[in-house]
């Protein structure tokens, strides 16, 4: 799985939109990005995932660069209940006998 | 609701007392796993089992086994737990299917070994 880099902590205004940037620069042609979050000590949730296409859902956003070096995951109207570590994941969908493995990801905190 | 379920949700016990964690699955994924993850080491997975009577290990199985005979339920078993066991646990499924992987994640067992 391609190393990520995320920043290790990041704040936002309650109501308003919380960019979280993910570098992914050794990021191979079948590697998907996957989004991931766990709020305090409960089990991690799936939030998107994408290949090289931008991605929406009911949760999130999920805008790649064109050179799939970079991506960010967007919350478009951030609540209290958002705050939560994130974590980028990049991977072979199905690769390392499904194994994800989480770094320390950024820890979003939303403020009212 | 689609869900897994998990155990129970806390526990205490003594070193050495034979213990069960229960993992349950309603989404008739394949795949299923676990992790235990611990402060500054992040998650780190036990078993894996890709279906039903098929187990292997992870990266840190010492001190632990595990069975899959029914689709849903994959069980995670400490015969002789010690204090390095006390962690917080999660189980995983996830179907198997070209392209996606999404894995669901239980709401965790927080286990203390005494």
């Known amino acids: 799985d391609a190393k990520t880099t995320q920043p290790p902590s990041m704040d936002c205004a309650e109501g308003r939109a919380a960019n979280l940037p993910c570098n992914h620069s050794?990021?191979?042609?079948?590697?998907?990005v996957y989004w991931y979050r766990q709020i305090h000590s409960q089990g991690p949730q799936y939030i998107i995932h994408?290949?090289?296409n931008n991605e929406t859902n009911e949760m999130a956003s999920l805008i790649i660069t064109e050179d799939r070096k970079s991506s960010t995951l967007i919350l478009p109207h951030a609540t209290l209940r958002d705050t939560a570590v994130y974590y980028c994941?990049?991977?072979?969908?199905?690769?390392?006998?499904?194994?994800?493995?989480f770094g320390k990801g950024t820890l979003l905190t939303v403020n009212p | 609701e689609a869900q897994v379920t998990q155990n129970p949700r806390y526990l205490i016990t003594v070193t050495g007392k034979k213990l069960t964690v229960t993992c349950s699955q309603n989404?008739?994924?394949?795949?299923m796993s676990w992790y235990r993850q611990d402060p500054g080491l992040g998650l780190r997975q036990i078993y894996y089992?890709?279906?039903?009577?098929?187990?292997d290990k992870g990266d840190v199985p010492e001190g632990y086994k595990v069975s899959r005979k029914e689709k849903r339920n994959f069980p995670l078993i400490l015969e002789s737990p010690s204090p390095n066991q006390t962690s917080l646990y999660f189980c995983?499924?996830?179907?198997?299917?070209?392209?996606?992987?999404?894995?669901?994640f239980g709401p965790g067992t927080r286990l203390t070994v005494l």
């Open positions: 050794t990021i191979s042609g079948n590697e998907y």
């Open positions: 089992s890709m279906n039903v009577e098929v187990t």
């Open positions: 994941i990049v991977r072979v969908p199905g690769g390392s006998n499904y194994k994800l493995t």
């Open positions: 994408g290949l090289k």
């Open positions: 995983a499924s996830s179907i198997r299917r070209l392209f996606t992987d999404t894995q669901y």
């Open positions: 989404m008739n994924h394949e795949y």
